[in-house]
Every structure is written in C-alpha cells, then in structure tokens.
C-alpha cells in the first residue's frame, strides 16, 4: 500500500489478489468473527432493538428531507456559541480550507482524531504537500500511518494487521515519527499499548491544533459530538487551542433528544458495548475550557447529488457503526483495500458510487461487489436496504440514465464492458413481452438441454467460472400447468 487510494484497479482485480493472501484472510475472519458475534449479544440485550431501528432510520429521513433547514440552523447555533462555519463543496475545497485554517495559526503540526471525512478527501496528503505535519491519535490510524498503508474497516482500520506485524511497525517507524518503541517491544497487546501511548502524549501534550469529524451533530444546540474508546479524542479535543472539525453534512441530527436514539444504536452495532467508554460533546468555544478557536467545515463532497436519488439516498443514514462490514462474505474474504475508498465494505459499495460517480472502472465495479445475501441488510442499526441500492446501482452501471452530478441534473452514458448484460437484459425483456416468443424460447431450451454448455461462452464465462448453470428442465411450468390443468387454464 501506497497511502492513497488513487489510481487503484477495478474491485475484481484487486480482490483477485487479495482473496489470495492467507495472512489477510485469517486475520479478517477472525476478526470480523469475534466483532460480529459479540454485537449480536450486545443487541439481544435490548427488547426494543427494532423500535430502537425504526426509529433511527425515521430521524434520520426526516433529517434528509429538511436537510437545508436543519443546516442553517446548526450554522447559527454553532456561530452564535463562538465558532465559525465554513462550508465545502468537495473534497479539495474542505482540505484548502482546512490548511489554510492550520497556515493561519503559524503550527506546522496537528494531532488528529480518527475521522472518515478526512479519509475521505485524503487531508493527510494536502497537508503534507503544505508542509503541515498530521499525527493520527487513534492506535489503529496510528498503525495504518506508521506503516504507509491505508484503513481497511471503518471501526478496526488496521484489522488486516496481526499483532506481530504490529509490532515490526513500530519497531522499525515509529522512532521517524517521534519517540521511538521501547527496546525490545514485543507483541503482547499491553507492550504494544503502552509504546503507542508513550508516542502519542508527545503528541497531544505538544499540539497546537487538533483536527477531528465528528459522528453527530446537534442542529438545535450546536453540539459536535464525537464517540471513542480509547480516550485519544479527548486529549485531541481538549488540549489543543484551536479545533478544527470536518464533518459530513448527514451527520446532523434536530435535537439534543434525537441523540438518545444514536447512543444506543451506534455503540452496540460497532463495539458491541452497552455505551461508549468516552462521549464528548462541545459547542463552540468555552473561557477557559477546551480549545479557544473552532472551526467546523461542513463537507458536501456528493452529498447533496446522493440525497436527490429517491433510492439511493438511504446511504444517507448511516452512522459508520461497520455491522455491515463484519457480517458481509465479500468483505471477509476480499479485505478492505479492495473497495478502494475510505468506506469498505457494504456500505462502501453504495455510498462510493454515490459520492464519486460510477465514471471511473473501480468506481462502476463497486456495486457489484456483493453476493446480496442480505446480511448487511440485517445487522444495520438504521435500517439501509442495501441490497436494494446496490440493484439499483447496477441498473445505473448498465444502463445508463438521470442521476445529478454537482447540483445539475445529467444523463449518464452505460458504463463500458456491459453490453453483453445489456443486450441479455432487452432479450428477456422482449420475451417477458410476448409470451407465444416466451413459450417457444422454453421449449426449445427444453429439448435441446443436453447440448447445453455447462460453462457460459463469450463474456458470460466469468459469471459461470464460479457458478453452476441451473439446469433446464425438460417441460416448462407453463407446459406443466397445461397438461395437467387442462388447456384452458393453461392460457
Ligand atoms: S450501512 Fe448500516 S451497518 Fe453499515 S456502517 Fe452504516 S449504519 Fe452501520
């Protein structure tokens, strides 16, 4: 891994070799097994889980639909307790804001707590090319920085790693970072632990500017809050005096009250615990306590164009809490990497194509990524259907049609490399029109069935490489339905 995700090949191939990676599979399935199975415990505890289900996934709709509102409302409740709104259309306009904000200060280093919208728009590398330093606090990020590499789970991003290679990583980079690992470090978590935490007080007790997203914000009050279990957000939230927090324009929420919902549907769906070990909340700036300065940049990045599609939109929804991730086949075998963004995964599958668009190869290969077994479907704490959008995105893939791009609406072309699909899916489509082609079309199929391929020709092999053709039965139900019903209700 090169620590970006650009210029990274379609799912298919980079899947191809990763599935192949013993290593990185052992340490996914034990992972994801001993997170997934620990969650369903956590939720069985509650006999209002579904409620508790409904009703996120209601706010949350409710909260897209008057999204605008609720937005302005924040910018003037946040404004008025001392901070200072700034708003990005895309990733590049957040990251400017964002460098220029740290140049301002004079610093030319930041500590920062872990944060998808940062990820997202790649910060790390627009402040490096500024000459800012970014240390990341969380121990998982901190991994995934040290080693060069890139988150692979939302909740774990270094879950591909096991302990031992942990344990090279800090040997050999953590001393180019700052204080070095202890000699002789082995690999027992507790060694390991206490090396990140020697490193990282450096950090937090020198940092001038912290950088964080935030997993909710609060329209009524102002309220960021941000949800953790190691303790590192805190220092970072605290201690630096000016805070600069990047957060999604879905993360809102109406009231103070809403978040009652979250608290339990969030902790138990990600870490399986009955609530977070740290939650902490900040609204605007406070004498004497906390950062001096914050700044709250609230990132569109293809936000607005998702909520404009009636189905897609429910990616909207999600909280990040990674259930998807640790119930899905296709993760478990493929690894994170593979989805090429910052969002692995299920989710990653319909909100990637969402965010970016379906024109690049890796982007249109996403939302097939999936066997649509439905476990994602199930775990999700507020309810997105899933497997609906991934249909949904695969029409689009194929067939082209409106979708809105920046604000504007536009027809978008049939991606590449799907004609084969296209011209089966008019074929059926014709037939399913006429039922005297239909009934010709299974009789023929019928008899000629022993000279069936088991293996599809053409562009259709790959489909069959890992499938069994369903057999062609001899008489079609129609056929069926006729003999034995008699011709008039066979009609
Ligand atoms: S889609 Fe649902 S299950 Fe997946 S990360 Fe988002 S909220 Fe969690």
Same mark, same amino acid.
């Given at each position: 891994?090169?620590?970006?995700?650009?210029?990274?090949?379609?799912?298919?191939?980079?899947?191809?070799?990763?599935?192949?990676?013993?290593?990185?599979?052992?340490?996914?399935?034990?992972?994801?097994?001993?997170?997934?199975?620990?969650?369903?415990?956590?939720?069985?505890?509650?006999?209002?889980?579904?409620?508790?289900?409904?009703?996120?996934?209601?706010?949350?709709?409710?909260? *897209?639909?008057?999204?605008?509102?609720?937005?302005?409302?924040?910018?003037?409740?946040?404004?008025?307790?001392?901070?200072?709104?700034?708003?990005?259309?895309?990733?590049?306009?957040?990251?400017?804001?964002?460098?220029?904000?740290?140049?301002?200060?004079?610093?030319?280093?930041?500590?920062?707590?872990?944060?998808?919208?940062?990820?997202?728009?790649?910060?790390?590398?627009?402040?490096?090319?500024?000459?800012?330093?970014?240390?990341?606090?969380?121990?998982?990020?901190?991994?995934?920085?040290?080693?060069?590499?890139?988150?692979?789970?939302?909740?774990?991003?270094?879950?591909?790693?096991?302990?031992?290679?942990?344990?090279?990583?800090?040997?050999?980079?953590?001393?180019?970072?700052?204080?070095?690992?202890?000699?002789?470090?082995?690999?027992?978590?507790?060694? *390991?632990?206490?090396?990140?935490?020697?490193?990282?007080?450096?950090?937090?007790?020198?940092?001038?500017?912290?950088?964080?997203?935030?997993?909710?914000?609060?329209?009524?009050?102002?309220?960021?809050?941000?949800?953790?279990?190691?303790?590192?957000?805190?220092?970072?939230?605290?201690?630096?005096?000016?805070?600069?927090?990047?957060?999604?324009?879905?993360?809102?929420?109406?009231?103070?009250?809403?978040?009652?919902?979250?608290?339990? *549907?969030?902790?138990?769906?990600?870490?399986?615990?009955?609530?977070? +070990?740290?939650?902490?909340?900040?609204?605007?700036?406070?004498?004497?306590?906390? +950062?001096?300065?914050?700044?709250?940049?609230?990132?569109?990045?293809?936000?607005?164009?998702?909520l404009a599609d009636t189905v897609g939109r429910q990616a909207l929804r999600c909280i990040r809490c990674s259930a998807c991730l640790n119930v899905c086949p296709?993760?478990?075998?493929?690894?994170?990497?593979?989805?090429?963004?910052?969002?692995?995964?299920?989710?990653?599958?319909?909100?990637?194509?969402?965010?970016?668009?379906?024109?690049?190869?890796?982007?249109?290969?996403? +939302?097939?990524?999936?066997?649509?077994?439905?476990?994602?479907?199930?775990?999700?704490?507020?309810?997105?259907?899933?497997?609906?959008?991934?249909?949904?995105?695969?029409?689009?893939?194929?067939?082209?049609?409106?979708?809105?791009?920046?604000?504007?609406?536009?027809?978008?072309?049939?991606?590449?490399?799907?004609?084969?699909?296209?011209?089966?899916?008019?074929?059926?489509?014709?037939?399913?029109?006429?039922?005297?082609?239909?009934?010709?079309?299974?009789?023929?199929?019928?008899?000629?069935?022993?000279?069936? +391929?088991?293996?599809?020709?053409?562009?259709?092999?790959?489909?069959?490489?890992?499938?069994?053709?369903?057999?062609?039965?001899?008489?079609?139900?129609?056929?069926?339905?006729?003999?034995?019903?008699?011709?008039?209700?066979?009609?």
């Open positions: 891994m090169s620590g970006t995700y650009l210029g990274m090949p379609a799912f298919p191939t980079a899947a191809a070799s990763s599935t192949q990676d013993g290593r990185l599979r052992a340490n996914l399935r034990y992972a994801t097994h001993t997170i997934r199975d620990k969650r369903a415990k956590a939720v069985a505890e509650l006999d209002d889980w579904a409620r508790l289900r409904a009703a996120g996934a209601a706010v949350k709709d409710r909260t *897209l639909r008057h999204l605008d509102h609720y937005l302005e409302q924040l910018e003037e409740a946040v404004t008025a307790a001392g901070g200072q709104v700034h708003w990005a259309a895309d990733a590049a306009e957040a990251n400017a804001i964002v460098a220029r904000l740290v140049r301002e200060t004079g610093e030319r280093e930041v500590v920062k707590v872990k944060s998808m919208a940062t990820q997202e728009t790649g910060l790390n590398r627009t402040l490096a090319e500024a000459g800012i330093s970014a240390y990341e606090t969380d121990l998982a990020e901190l991994i995934v920085q040290l080693g060069d590499d890139l988150p692979s789970h939302i909740l774990v991003p270094a879950i591909h790693r096991n302990r031992g290679e942990i344990r090279d990583i800090f040997r050999e980079q953590m001393g180019r970072w700052g204080r070095a690992a202890p000699e002789g470090l082995s690999d027992a978590p507790g060694e *390991l632990a206490e090396a990140a935490r020697l490193h990282l007080r450096e950090k937090f007790l020198n940092a001038k500017v912290g950088i964080s997203g935030a997993n909710f914000m609060v329209a009524e009050t102002g309220t960021l809050v941000v949800v953790e279990s190691e303790g590192n957000g805190r220092m970072c939230l605290t201690l630096p005096e000016t805070l600069i927090s990047v957060v999604g324009i879905e993360k809102i929420v109406p009231t103070w009250q809403d978040l009652e919902i979250f608290l339990q *549907l969030l902790p138990r769906s990600s870490t399986a615990e009955r609530m977070n +070990p740290y939650t902490s909340m900040w609204t605007g700036t406070t004498d004497g306590d906390g +950062p001096r300065t914050f700044h709250l940049v609230l990132l569109d990045n293809g936000r607005t164009d998702t296709v993760y478990e075998r493929a690894g994170g990497h593979a989805y090429g963004s910052a969002y692995p995964g299920p989710i990653g599958a319909i909100l990637t194509p969402q965010l970016r668009g379906t024109a690049s190869e890796l982007d249109a290969s996403l +939302p097939y990524a999936s066997s649509l077994c439905g476990a994602c479907y199930e775990v999700c704490p507020v309810a997105i259907d899933i497997p609906e959008v991934l249909v949904h995105l695969r029409e689009r893939v194929v067939q082209g049609g409106k979708v809105t791009r920046r604000g504007v609406k536009t027809v978008l072309k049939p991606a590449k490399g799907h004609a084969a699909e296209r011209a089966a899916m008019r074929a059926a489509g014709f037939a399913f029109d006429h039922p005297g082609v239909l009934r010709a079309g299974q009789r023929l199929a019928g008899r000629t069935r022993r000279l069936h +391929p088991r293996r599809l020709p053409g562009p259709g092999h790959a489909w069959s490489d890992t499938r069994d053709l369903p057999p062609v039965p001899a008489e079609s139900f129609r056929d069926w339905w006729r003999r034995t019903r008699g011709e008039e209700q066979g009609k």
